[in-house]
């Protein structure tokens, strides 16, 4: 069964627009991290925010928020005023720590556009 | 830190031959993986490894081969390369215990982008 979920394959938004980028994850231990990365056309892999099962508070990071919704194992990234540099591919991602580390499993991932 | 290396940045193989990925890290990070990312499929895990000396399967590890002789190396083997091995490959690497703000951030080589032809 597939751990993450991305059902939006690609999305547009307007420069200076906010963007919801969807991501569900199925999990069974209570103890767990959801991670987002970019991936520019470039290539990196690069991390922009992280979210613990534990934390009682949405993540924030500059432009980024995470909105979290536990009951609902949904993890959606938020990027508020899009710039140009946002066009890239988002990857949702999760960490199970049933006893310490555990791989990272991927989302297929969505693009994002963004038109000036 | 050159945080985490990939060698080569391209190659291009015939059928049936063999080489080695290489991955070294220099963050002391006990935790390596190796992914291939195919279009439209995100990243799949390959193998992966908790420590010098243990390695474990992952998602997609047939075909690949894989051993943890250092901390730091990681180095990914493909024994007779097949076309459907044609992708690329991220190797990345993860600090155990808690680091900064307890996000076991897994970082990322610059991959290697693999033909088979």
């Known amino acids: 069964a597939q751990k993450i979920t991305q059902t939006q394959p690609g999305m547009f938004v307007q420069e200076k627009e906010a963007v919801t980028l969807d991501c569900t994850y199925d999990t069974s231990d209570p103890s767990y991290g959801l991670f987002w990365y970019k991936q520019p056309s470039s290539g990196e892999m690069i991390f922009l925010i992280y979210?613990?099962?534990?934390?009682?508070q949405n993540a924030t990071e500059g432009r980024y928020s995470l909105n979290f919704q536990k009951a609902r194992k949904s993890a959606n990234l938020v990027i508020s005023a899009s710039q140009l540099g946002d066009s890239a591919m988002y990857f949702c991602?999760?960490?199970?720590?049933?006893?310490?580390?555990?791989?990272?499993?991927f989302g297929k991932g969505t693009r994002l556009s963004v038109i000036a | 830190n050159a945080g985490v290396t990939q060698t080569p940045k391209f190659q291009v193989l015939k059928t049936g031959q063999s080489m080695t990925l290489q991955c070294a890290q220099d963050m002391n990070h006990e935790y390596m993986s190796w992914y291939r990312q195919d279009p439209g499929m995100g990243l799949r895990l390959i193998h992966y490894?908790?420590?010098?000396?243990?390695?474990d399967q992952g998602e997609v590890p047939n075909g690949y081969n894989v051993s943890r002789s250092t901390t730091e190396d990681f180095p990914l083997r493909l024994l007779s390369a097949a076309p459907s091995q044609t992708s690329v490959y991220f190797c990345?690497?993860?600090?155990?215990?808690?680091?900064?703000?307890?996000?076991?951030?897994?970082?990322f080589g610059p991959g290697t982008r693999l033909t088979v032809t």
């Open positions: 991602a999760m960490r199970e720590f049933p006893s310490g580390n555990t791989p990272l499993v």
């Open positions: 990345a690497s993860t600090a155990t215990g808690q680091i900064a703000n307890g996000a076991y951030e897994q970082y």
């Open positions: 490894s908790v420590g010098a000396g243990i390695t």
């Open positions: 979210q613990g099962s534990y934390d009682q």
